[in-house]
C-alpha cells in the first residue's frame, strides 16, 4: 500500500529564506508526483509536475526534485515570500488499476515578513 | 478554458438530508475524480469516474454514497442520509488521461448540522 509522508508537517520561516520541503513514499511503481498549494478554505493549485522518468522541474522560484529509487521528492523554495503562506501537499499518481493520486498530509508554511 | 467547476462552494445540511455535489471536469478531459478532505487529514480517494462508467469506487463508503459521471451534464457525488461525520471538504479533479496532470475544483465544503 502507498504511503507519503511529508516532513515538516509545520514550518515557519523569516522572508527571503530559501527553503526545503520534503516528501517520501514508500512504492516507486508512479506515474508521476505532483506538487499542489493549498490555501486555507480554498482548492488545490497544482505548482509542479514531475514524470517518473524525470529528475526535477522548476517554475520560477519553485524547484521540484524526484528521486524515484530511493522514494523521495524535495520541493526548493527560493528567497521566499510572505505570499508562499500556505499548506504544500505532495502527491504521487500510482500505476496501474485506477491511477489515483495518493496524497501526504502536508507542510504547513508560514513566510513572516 | 475554464477550469474545474464545483458547486455548491458550500453546502449545509442537516442530519438525515440528502447533499448533491457536482463537479464540471475543465473542457476535453474525460476522467474525473473525486476526492476527501477530512479536518486535519490528508485527502483522500474516493471515486474515479469516465462517462458513464464507473472505473474504481474502492474509496467510497460502501453505504449512503455514490457517484456518476453522465454522458451529458456533471459529474454528481451523493450522499444520503448524512451524518455528521460527512462534513468535510469535497474535491473533483479532472485529467485529460487518467496518468497525466490532475486539475483541481476549489471544492464544496459540507457541513452537516
Known amino acids: 500500500k502507498q504511503e507519503v509522508t511529508q516532513i515538516p508537517a509545520a514550518l515557519s520561516v523569516p522572508e527571503g529564506e530559501n527553503l526545503v520541503l520534503n516528501c517520501s513514499f514508500t512504492?516507486?511503481?508512479?506515474?508521476?508526483l505532483q506538487w499542489f498549494r493549498q490555501d486555507p478554505g480554498k482548492g488545490l493549485t497544482s505548482l509542479l509536475l514531475i514524470q517518473s522518468s524525470q529528475r526535477e522541474q522548476t517554475s520560477g522560484r519553485l524547484n521540484a526534485s524526484l528521486d524515484k529509487s530511493s522514494g523521495r521528492s524535495t520541493l526548493y523554495i527560493a528567497a521566499s515570500q510572505p505570499g508562499d503562506s500556505a499548506t504544500y501537499l505532495c502527491a504521487v499518481r500510482l500505476k496501474g488499476g485506477s491511477e489515483k493520486l495518493v496524497f501526504g498530509k502536508g507542510t504547513k508554511l508560514t513566510v513572516n515578513p | 478554458n475554464a477550469g474545474v467547476m464545483q458547486n455548491p462552494r458550500h453546502l449545509v445540511r442537516r442530519r438525515g438530508q440528502e447533499a448533491r455535489l457536482r463537479c464540471s471536469p475543465m473542457k476535453g478531459h474525460s476522467h474525473v475524480y473525486w476526492y476527501r478532505q477530512l479536518p486535519e487529514e490528508g485527502l483522500k480517494f474516493m471515486v474515479y469516474?469516465?462517462?458513464?462508467?464507473?472505473?474504481?469506487e474502492s474509496g467510497m463508503p460502501k453505504e449512503r454514497f455514490s457517484a456518476e459521471f453522465p454522458k451529458e451534464g456533471p459529474s454528481i457525488l451523493r450522499i444520503q442520509q448524512v451524518v455528521r461525520g460527512d462534513s468535510a471538504a469535497y474535491f473533483c479533479?479532472?485529467?485529460?488521461?487518467?496518468?497525466?496532470?490532475?486539475?483541481f475544483g476549489q471544492g464544496t465544503r459540507l457541513t452537516v448540522v
Open positions: 479533479a479532472s485529467s485529460p488521461l487518467g496518468h497525466t496532470e490532475a486539475f
Open positions: 469516474l469516465q462517462k458513464e462508467n464507473i472505473i474504481d
Open positions: 512504492d516507486s511503481a508512479i506515474y508521476n
